[in-house]
């Protein structure tokens, strides 16, 4: 079971970084833009971490309260369900 679950929070911060990358591109080329409600959606499914990566090494949504202090308080709250996930699984 836990297996699923590394596998689930694999893809979504997969998912979370990418979509950080391409709504970057997007803006830079003037294209039409992710909307910050599904940037944050996915952020919000367990895809935090590789939105905040996506959003630091992108250099994207950094100056927006929202992302630049909403997504470190959820990777701390994703930090501390996942433990106590490992935790309840493994004893």
């Known amino acids: 079971m836990l297996h699923y679950y590394a596998l689930f929070l694999l893809i979504m911060n997969s998912l979370g970084f990418l979509t950080m990358w ?3 591109r997007a803006a ?3 294209l039409r833009r992710i909307p910050e409600a599904s940037l944050m959606a996915i952020a919000l499914l367990c895809g935090c ?3 905040y990566l996506g959003m630091r090494l992108c250099r994207h949504k950094t100056r927006h309260k929202l992302f630049s202090v909403g997504l470190p308080i959820l990777m701390l709250i994703h930090t501390a369900v ?3 996930t490992c935790l309840y699984f493994l004893s």
């Open 22 to 24: 391409l709504d970057k």
């Open 82 to 84: 996942f433990v106590y």
């Open 28 to 30: 830079r080329k003037g």
């Open 49 to 51: 971490f590789g939105s």
